[in-house]
């Protein structure tokens, strides 16, 4: 389920969509339905080490340890 940062060409607007196949991508801008829609990425991305933490794995700075300069300071 993507969720997908979209721009459009003939009037800028910037917006992010949510779909559950890939037939259900927006086909038109919502502020002036023109079809001209430049995919910009992903709206969420994010940080690798942020997930291992949040999982209970480690990451590549502390192997675990919790030293790593993102980890959470208590």
């Known amino acids: ?38 995919k910009l990425g992903p709206a969420f991305n994010p940080d690798r080490e942020l997930l291992a933490r949040l999982m209970g794995v480690s990451c590549e700075t502390c192997a675990g340890e919790g030293s790593c300069s993102t980890a959470p300071s208590s």
């Open 1 to 38: 389920m993507p969720i997908l940062n979209y721009k459009c060409r003939e009037c800028g607007k910037e917006f992010a969509k949510i779909f559950f196949a890939e037939e259900k991508a927006p086909s038109e801008c919502p502020v002036c339905r023109s079809t001209g829609l430049e």
